[in-house]
T-cell receptor, first 111, second 112 residues
């Protein structure tokens, strides 16, 4: 059974701070890793994808992948109240298009 | 370019009735996924298609659920008969051959 684990939160950070979201996965053969943002009552929105070890930056977002530790993280710099949402970590298995999602971490950015 | 389109956006039905959810993927995408999201279980994959062919339906909860993709621009998810425990938000997502998936707005289903 492939599992993706996230701390459910809520994670509260002050506006302008760095928010750090973490995710671990059980399938060592996992190859593709994604972060989705989901506002309340809305659909998941893809914000980051990462496929190899290391860091990937896109604007205020940085995804970090460590396959040896089976660990993925998302850093949000200069957090804004509009970043308040649930962040879902998703992982595919080897050669698979099937995404396994974590249950999400709820982030609250306090003005 | 239009994103994934789902209809209806909200559906309220009585137990035992047939429910049909519809999805139009992003043009040119050859993968289509159906998910269900509940507070208890999170986001779960029900079934996915590649080039209109069902590839993995192991997430379909029981025989009351069925899905079809008659052509590249249309898919349906049918529940017959519906039960209160089917109440959830159902999402359709599409992908273009990379592993990234793009979600539609979802259908909120309530079975009373």
């Amino acid at each position: 059974q492939k599992e993706v684990e996230q701390n459910s939160g809520p994670l509260s950070v002050p506006e302008g701070a760095i928010a750090s979201l973490n995710c671990t996965y059980s399938d060592r053969g996992s190859q593709s890793f994604f972060w989705y943002r989901q506002y309340s009552g809305k659909s998941p929105e893809l914000i980051m994808s990462i496929y190899s070890n290391g860091d990937k930056e896109d604007g205020r977002f940085t995804a970090q992948l460590n396959k040896a530790s089976q660990y993925v993280s998302l850093l949000i710099r200069d957090s804004q109240p509009s970043d308040s949402a649930t962040y879902l970590c998703a992982v595919t298995g080897a050669g698979s298009y099937q995404l396994t999602f974590g249950k999400g971490t709820k982030l609250s950015v306090i003005p | 370019d239009a994103g994934v389109i789902q209809s209806p956006r909200h559906e309220v039905t009585e137990m035992g009735q047939e429910v049909t959810l519809r999805c139009k993927p992003i043009s040119g995408h050859d993968y289509l996924f159906w998910y269900r999201q509940t507070m208890m279980r999170g986001l779960e994959l029900l079934i996915y298609f590649n080039n209109n062919v069902p590839i993995d339906d192991s997430g379909m909860p029981e025989d009351r659920f069925s899905a079809k993709m008659p052509n590249a621009s249309f898919s349906t998810l049918k529940i017959q008969p519906s039960e209160p425990r089917d109440s959830a938000v159902y999402f359709c997502a599409s992908g273009g051959g990379g592993y990234e998936q793009y979600f539609g707005p979802g259908t909120r289903l309530t079975v009373t």
